[in-house]
T-cell receptor
Framework: DAKTTQPTSMDCAEGRAANLPCNHS???????VYWYRQIHSQGPQYIIH???NNETNEMASLIITEDRKSSTLILPHATLRDTAVYYC????????????FGQGTTLQVKP | EPEVTQTPSHQVTQMGQEVILRCVPI?????FYWYRQILGQKVEFLVS????????KSEIFDDQFSVERPDGSNFTLKIRSTKLEDSAMYFC????????????FGEGSRLTVL
């Protein structure tokens, strides 16, 4: 699975959009981009995933660049409860595939 | 909403003792996983399990570890003889085997080895 690079930490003001970048320059054609988050040592929580098109769900939007070498997770209106570690993971989509977590980005949402 | 449940939430044990961590995956899920997270470190994959056998394991998952699905609903992780360095949060996860690839995680079991 391709390696990802994320900033160690970011701050965001409550109510503003949080834009979390991820670099995955070695991604291959059959690898998907997944985002999970972990709130204060709870179990990781799935957010969203995509291949090449932009995706949106009730939690977030995922913007993937045309060359697929980077992506951005957008939380449109961050709340204090969005304070968490956010993990960008690249892997082949499969029904048995494990996830390999990196260090992630610690997002601090401030009032 | 269905969820993965884990027990105990916290266990304290003496070095050398056996520990069993229990998980109840989501009922229609077919793939099961254990991960661990040492305090302040990243979440690490231990093992995946499908069709009553291990499908993949990491280097961490040595002979001291074993997994079992004893009764069709529970999924257990056994550590045969605990070491101080086994102190960590252990997360169970499950997935339904569709190509969505979404893993559902439990809230974790904190193991403290003294």
């Amino acid at each position: 699975d391709a390696k990802t690079t994320q900033p160690t930490s970011m701050d965001c003001a409550e109510g503003r959009a949080a834009n979390l970048p991820c670099n995955h320059s070695t991604i291959s054609g059959n690898e998907y981009v997944y985002w999970y988050r972990q709130i204060h040592s709870q179990g990781p929580q799935y957010i969203i995933h995509g291949l090449k098109n932009n995706e949106t769900n009730e939690m977030a939007s995922l913007i993937i660049t045309e060359d697929r070498k980077s992506s951005t997770l957008i939380l449109p209106h961050a709340t204090l409860r969005d304070t968490a570690v956010y993990y960008c993971i690249v892997r082949v989509r499969s029904n048995t595939g494990k996830l390999i977590f990196g260090q992630g980005t610690t997002l601090q949402v401030k009032p | 909403e269905p969820e993965v449940t884990q027990t105990p939430s916290h266990q304290v044990t003496q070095m050398g003792q056996e520990v069993i961590l229990r998980c109840v995956p989501i009922s229609n899920h077919l793939y099961f996983y254990w991960y661990r997270q040492i305090l302040g470190q990243k979440v690490e994959f231990l093992v995946s399990f499908y069709n009553n056998e291990i499908s993949e394991k990491s280097e961490i998952f040595d002979d001291q570890f074993s997994v079992e699905r004893p009764d069709g609903s529970n999924f257990t992780l056994k550590i045969r003889s605990t070491k101080l360095e086994d102190s960590a949060m252990y997360f169970c996860a499950s997935s339904d085997g569709t190509y969505t690839g979404e893993l559902f995680f439990g809230e974790g079991s904190r193991l403290t080895v003294l």
